[in-house]
């Protein structure tokens, strides 16, 4: 029996100079962003879409493919493949937490304390705090849950000497707020980058997603009001359920080329 094919699907251009993949992984975005495939609906076969759009099945397998590898579809054994209608967004314009984001957001967060040590600062991370090689700094190790699913590992770098006996404090909630309140330390300044990894097996078991599944990596060092670096923070986002906003200004875009290992 035929099955009805949206019409957004229905406008593949064999002859365009765009590839037939590229142009399905387009119109199933396209679906997606618009909002009328209902949720929990799983899309058609890769046998209904090769008939119903009369393209063959590997192009079909291969939009699919991508769509999934970049977090935008999920496929579920013995129930198809669905659409992933949601989000969680991030801005990486201002200072604010995760705990912020969410509450901003309506979306319940929680924090699941997996690890809290001092060690010696590696020669990376003293460099982006401005410490002496081996100087002490504390490391906080956090699951962060969105609505009751696991989001993002966080490990955060702090500068021990603004921040001694952290350790013993609540770390399961607001970091920010603790700085804020404890230490009465104030944020003025931070950068920030972002790369596209693949979940090692230690990642991919506590965010629950498959191993070599695609991740957001984001560094962030934040700085004092006195210019001095308080923090150094690793983030491990499912590129499924994860995004981050980036406000851009002006035309004076520097570009820096990353050394190996760093």
């Not at 009805?4 to 406008?11: A, W, Y």
């Not at 699913?149 to 921040?163: A, K, Q």
Request: charged share 25%; proline share 5%; aromatic share 6%.
């Amino acid at each position: 029996m035929a099955i009805n094919l949206p019409v957004s699907l229905q406008t593949l251009n064999p002859k365009g100079d765009t590839p037939l993949y590229v142009q399905l992984k387009e119109a199933l975005l396209s679906l997606l962003h618009s909002g009328d495939w209902p949720e929990g609906r799983p899309l058609p076969s890769e046998r209904e879409l090769s008939e119903g759009l009369r393209v063959s099945r590997s192009t079909v397998r291969q939009a699919i493919h991508e769509l999934e590898l970049e977090g935008w579809l999920s496929r579920q054994q013995g129930r198809g493949t669905f659409l992933v209608q949601t989000k969680v967004e991030q801005p990486l314009e201002m200072i604010t937490s995760f705990s912020e984001n969410m509450k901003q957001a309506g979306i319940r967060a929680e924090s699941r304390l997996l690890a809290a040590a001092l060690e010696a600062a590696p020669p990376r991370i003293s460099k982006a705090l401005g410490l002496r090689p081996n100087s002490v700094i504390a490391v906080i190790t956090r699951l962060r849950i969105a609505d009751g699913l696991p989001l993002m590992v966080e490990r955060s770098h702090l500068n021990y000497g603004l921040v001694p006996g952290i350790l013993e404090r609540n770390l399961e909630g607001s970091l920010y707020e603790l700085l804020h309140s404890a230490y009465r330390l104030q944020f003025a300044q931070g950068v920030e980058s972002l790369e596209a990894l693949i979940a090692e097996p230690w990642l991919a078991k506590l965010l629950g997603i498959k191993r070599g599944a695609p991740v957001l990596y984001t560094e962030r060092t934040v700085f004092t009001d006195t210019g001095v670096a308080l923090e150094f923070t690793q983030r491990y986002g499912r590129a499924d359920k994860c995004s981050f906003r980036v406000t851009l200004h002006g035309d004076n875009t520097q570009i820096t080329v990353k050394e190996a290992g760093s």
